[in-house]
């Protein structure tokens, strides 16, 4: 048998396993069910963001500018200007 302390541990884990997988599943829903209304046509694909992320990733610690190679990614995806880009320059 066991002992109470010990039971009220593993019903404590339960419950904190519950509130974890929980908040983990409203993170990952939350924005995939609004996804639709927030989006705009001209939007970044996710895989266009996706292909954007890796090459990111390779060339930060290259010698040369990892901002020169996501100019010539937006090139070669041909990703126009936005609203937003074009109010940041």
């Known amino acids: 048998m066991e002992s109470a302390p010990s039971k009220?541990?593993?019903i404590r884990r339960v419950i904190?396993?519950?509130f974890v997988a929980t908040g983990l599943s409203l993170l990952i829903a939350n924005p995939a069910l609004g996804l639709e209304q927030v989006l705009p046509e001209e939007s970044l694909s996710i895989w266009k963001a996706a292909i954007f992320g890796i090459?990111?990733?390779l060339t930060e610690f290259l010698p040369i500018s990892s901002t020169?190679?996501?100019l010539a990614?937006?090139?070669i995806l041909?990703?126009?200007e936005?609203?937003?880009s074009e109010?940041?320059?």
Do not use: F, P, W, Y
Request: hydrophobic share 25%; charged share 25%.
């Open 87 to 89: 109010s940041h320059r």
């Open 78 to 80: 041909n990703v126009g």
């Open 55 to 57: 090459v990111e990733g």
């Open 73 to 75: 990614t937006k090139e």
């Open 68 to 70: 020169g190679h996501l």
């Open 8 to 10: 009220q541990k593993s």
């Open 16 to 18: 904190t396993l519950a």
């Open 82 to 84: 936005t609203e937003l």
